[in-house]
């Protein structure tokens, strides 16, 4: 009887014993109720009554699954991100909800459609940055009340609905024949006009020639009358 009461007593103490990992804390329990926070290495705890329960204090990579949104302008896209958390207080963590990684997730789904469906496509597809922003501090704020802090949200991807990127592709493909059919009308435009000026350019040549022309052609007869009237000038004085 006495090997196996030191048996026994030598099993509760070595059950007693908890280990607590440098990344991590300890929620001490005892009979349902919060005692302390165990800190990292070598703790004891009375088993039978007391219980404790470890959290992982590094941050944590959640997922957010892929999920379709409607957006402001009706457009359906198909939105997945990841959240980056960590816990900063085990006691809330543990006592304030039942799973803080669910609860989490869960959160950003909702806000996150809250938040796309604000917004127009064009708008979302040209601001994922301002999304995860936005998203994080609604996140972090709601979260505290766990003891949960978010560190950084990520849209892995915003993906619009089959016919909403047919649609897109070809006003794209509209808006690359609107330009070049603008660049093909101002090259015209631009021909015409080199056209004009040069015509215009090469009448006033001409009739600037045509004057010059007159114009020498009345002086040469000009310089024949002189000459005409000194040789009966001359003739006379013979």
Not at 41 to 47: E, Q, R, W
Not at 97 to 121: F, H, K, N, P
Not at 154 to 183: C, F, G, H, N
């Amino acid at each position: 009887m006495l090997i196996l009461a030191i048996i026994a007593a030598i099993v509760i103490v070595v059950n007693g014993v908890k280990i607590v990992r440098p990344y991590e804390q300890a929620v001490y329990i005892r009979l349902g109720m919060f005692i302390r926070i165990l800190n990292p290495g070598f703790n004891y705890v009375a088993p039978l009554i007391n219980e404790t329960v470890k959290l992982d204090l590094r941050t944590q990579v959640l997922d957010v699954p892929r999920q379709e949104v409607i957006t402001k302008d009706n457009s359906p896209v198909n939105v997945d991100a990841i959240i980056y958390v960590k816990v900063i207080d085990p006691k809330k963590a543990f006592f304030e909800v039942t799973d803080y990684r669910a609860a989490t997730v869960y959160l950003a789904q909702t806000t996150l459609r809250s938040i796309i469906g604000d917004m127009e496509l064009d708008e979302i597809l040209s601001n994922r940055e301002k999304i995860n922003l936005k998203l994080r501090d609604i996140l972090d704020e709601a979260t505290d009340q766990w003891g949960v802090k978010v560190d950084a949200v990520e849209i892995r991807e915003i993906d619009p609905a089959p016919k909403v990127k047919q649609a897109m592709e070809e006003q794209t493909s509209a808006e690359r024949l609107r330009r070049a059919a603008i660049l093909k009308a101002d090259g015209a435009k631009t021909a015409a006009i080199l056209n004009a000026e040069g015509e215009k350019r090469s009448r006033v040549l001409q009739a600037e020639g045509l004057r010059q022309a007159k114009i020498l052609e009345a002086e040469g007869e000009r310089l024949a009358i002189i000459l005409e009237s000194q040789g009966e000038a001359q003739k006379l004085r013979i």
